[in-house]
């Protein structure tokens, strides 16, 4: 059978990312001769616009029916050589990606023969697989040109008004009894000192204009049935029990934000009067007017920086919109009592972009700037008179102590992925470590998740400021265009599929489907088991359930995880 | 022994190691930092641990891999909630049939590795190298 395939093998050297520690003229010599190829070619680059037209050649001249490409990790370019494969004429589904690069000549860069013997076998395994590679057509899917909008905050309004702007029907539910979200309480915003709530009231504004927008308020997202392109979503408005009602999507944005980091209480004195953390001082800075706390002028503001991020063992990661928040802030408290001493005492500043010229401007106002290290956070007390006491080593005088009197300190907080675990359930969206919604790729999928429809915009995914969950917003809107526009869609076609002759239907893989993509079919005079192609998710969780081993996972079968297996160790057998 | 097998058994243990679309990306990382591992380590990609099938693990010890490797999703599977306990079964499974073909099953071992665990991936494959080590060939191929 191998000898019938016409597979072309075409091995990277990756500029020299790939030769400078694999020998792949060694490769190709290698693999030539391997049943079933009949062109084998290295390229300085497989993915530049030259090598690719060279492989359709290859594809349309040798008639190739197989192609096995040999660079770098599949996550990123088996769009690109699937395309390749099409624009040819060649069945994508008939290329495999062997990742020599990530997986092979990066990892041992300390052993040339023994990365070049890796590789070799990885391209054998490569080309085992293609031998039993089958031809497989994209499952089409009709869709629904209605999207649900999970969020009324900055970035759920504007993705609704987004979406209706394009001609999609848009339903937007918010859990509170109004639109607006976190934006939508605060004054000015950096970077140009745009008032929040007049975005909000101006966003909300748009999004009531538009007839094809339905909002829901004091609602949420309750159930999800149906697979991509045709969801059936029930929102619950009112509370429990409240109305429940039915709405058919073809896509769903969830844009539900994000908590703030709630400090312990004592941890760095919050507790006492005068503590704020940074949304309640950002609440405070909305007053008219020169500045007070508790009707008294306030003359010194120390804050803290990194309050609840960047710290081991708890939200490890960076919120990235505080350091510019408070810098801000800082700037709008010089702008109205121009004579309030304020001291910032941070680990590091992380101003980026643009956000650095704030930075300039508060030190250039006045602001100072003391660096405090990692493990030491400054110490707090209330004094007598009602003031404040940070003591903090100053890293930059070598360890100096200073101890700073102020009437008001901010904890400088950062943004914590919110408490969701219904709305996580119902959609079966994937959590991070860090707690956010995971995309699937951050650069080349960043709103997109596994859940096929199911997109993620704002600051549900990870800190965000506003501009930039508008931009995230923005991208899920033209991603909802991309797939419901056009009225059909195309989905993976690597889903599980089942022998009719081996299953005798015992019902064990449609328990083992959460996803409920298996079915019971009567053929042929015997019941057997029958996955919906749209619906499967193509995790193979139902193949080693099945004890008469009826089920593959196409791309994955058992024949080809036994051939490449096999092709591994062929180096051994000879 | 010819001169190949001679190479391949100085070279150390030979593993399979089964990955999926979580672990993937921790593999790739640890060759994004250009962190060394045996050479010998060949990692087949598929897209869940639940999908793993037992007979697959002997079908490697038979035709002469050392040991097998499952860089499991743990909790982070993104198909299935409960990925972590069927991938359990499966080792367990596995084991047994390793138990029964006369395999160690030591010669099976799984940890969930997530896409950022390239240190951990690392560490995983010296110590399955050197516990493959002592449990000797086997023998196959």
């Known amino acids: 059978m191998s000898e019938e395939r016409r597979i072309g093998v075409y091995v990277c050297h990756c500029g020299g990312n790939i030769s400078d520690y694999v020998d792949v003229a060694q ?11 009949v062109v084998a070619r290295a390229a300085m680059f497989t993915c530049s616009d030259a090598t690719q037209q060279e492989i359709i050649d290859d594809i349309r001249e040798q008639e190739l029916d197989g192609m096995v490409v040999a660079s770098c990790s599949p996550s990123l370019h088996t769009e690109t050589f699937r395309e390749v494969a099409r624009r040819a ?36 395994a490569g080309i085992a697989r293609t031998r039993l590679s089958a031809p497989l057509e994209p499952v089409t899917v009709e869709t629904v040109p209605k999207t649900l909008v999970v969020g ?31 934006v939508g309480n605060l004054g000015a915003i950096y970077p140009h000192g ?11 504004r748009a999004v009531g204009e538009r007839p094809n927008i339905t909002v829901f308020t004091r609602a949420e997202l309750v159930e999800k049935s149906g697979s991509f392109g045709n969801y059936q979503a029930t929102v619950r408005v009112g509370g429990e029990p409240g109305e429940r009602i039915q709405i058919d999507v ?102 980026y972009g643009k956000n650095e010229l704030l930075y300039s401007e508060s030190r250039e106002r006045g602001s100072l700037y003391i660096r405090f290290a990692d493990g030491e956070p400054p110490a707090v007390e209330k004094l007598p008179d009602g003031r ?152 193979g969780g139902c193949v080693p359930v099945c004890a008469e081993e009826a089920i593959d996972l196409q791309g994955y079968t058992d024949a080809q995880v036994r051939a490449m297996i096999d092709g591994l160790l062929q180096e051994v057998a000879r | 022994m010819t001169n190949v097998e001679e190479t391949i058994r100085e070279a150390g243990p030979r593993i399979l190691v089964f990955s999926t679309d979580i672990s993937g990306p921790g593999i790739d990382f640890a060759g994004s930092l250009h962190l060394h591992y045996s050479p010998e380590v060949d990692v087949i990609s598929m897209p869940c641990t639940s999908g793993i099938k037992p007979a697959w693990v002997l079908h490697a ?58 240190e951990h991936f690392i560490r995983y494959m010296h110590d399955f190298s050197a516990t493959l080590a002592e449990l000797g060939s086997t023998g196959s191929g």
């Open chain 1, 152 to 182: 009324g905050g900055v970035a759920g309004l504007r993705a609704a008004f987004g979406l209706a702007e394009i001609g999609l029907e848009v339903f937007l539910v918010e859990r509170e009894a109004e639109l607006g979200g976190q």
């Open chain 1, 89 to 124: 004429g060649l069945n994508p589904y008939e290329y495999t990606q062997v990742n020599i690069r990530e997986q092979c000549s990066w990892a041992h860069t300390d052993d040339r023969e023994g990365a070049t013997r890796k590789a070799i076998r990885l391209v054998r």
């Open chain 1, 27 to 37: 490769v190709i010599g290698a693999v030539e001769d391997e049943p079933g190829v």
């Open chain 2, 61 to 118: 010890l038979q035709r002469g891999f050392d040991g097998v490797f499952i860089a499991a999703d743990g909790e982070e599977c993104a198909y299935l909630p409960d990925c972590a306990q069927r991938a359990s079964r499966i080792a367990a499974d596995a084991q047994a049939l390793l138990t029964q073909n006369g395999y160690e099953p030591q010669r099976l071992k799984m940890a969930a590795i997530c896409s950022v665990c390239a």
């Open chain 1, 250 to 351: 073809g896509s769903i944005v969830v844009a539900t934000g994000f908590d703030s980091y709630e400090p312990e209480a004592g941890e760095l004195g919050y507790g006492i009067e005068g503590v704020l953390t940074l949304p309640e001082f950002e609440q405070l800075l909305n007053q008219d007017g020169a500045l007070t706390f508790n009707g008294k002028p306030v003359e010194s503001i120390a804050y803290v920086y990194c309050v609840g991020s960047r710290q081991p063992g708890g939200h490890e990661y960076c919120s990235r919109y505080c350091c510019s928040t408070a810098v801000h802030d800082s700037l709008r408290v010089a702008e109205h009592s121009p004579d309030v001493r304020q001291y910032h005492l941070h680990r590091d500043m992380r101003t």
């Open chain 1, 388 to 539: 404040l006491r940070v003591t903090v080593r100053d890293l930059l005088t070598e360890g100096e102590e200073l101890a700073i009197e102020s009437d008001l300190l901010v904890l400088v907080t950062g943004m914590v992925p919110r408490q969701n675990e219904e709305l996580t359930g119902v959609l079966k969206l994937p959590v991070g470590k860090d707690g956010f919604f995971n995309e699937i790729h951050p650069k080349l999928r960043p709103v997109e998740t596994v859940v096929d429809g199911v997109l993620i915009a704002g600051a549900c995914q990870g800190p965000k400021s506003a501009s930039e969950s508008v931009t995230s917003a923005l991208a899920a809107v033209s991603q909802s265009a991309a797939i419901l526009k056009k009225g059909s869609a195309e989905l993976d076609p690597l889903v599980a599929t089942v022998d009719p002759e081996k299953c005798s239907w015992c019902g064990t893989c449609q328990e083992a489907c959460p996803y409920d993509a298996i079915g019971r079919l009567a053929l042929n005079g015997k019941q057997v088991a029958a996955v919906e192609a749209a619906v499967c998710k193509g995790c």
């Open chain 1, 194 to 204: 745009n008032d929040g709530r007049a975005l909000i009231a101006r966003l909300t």
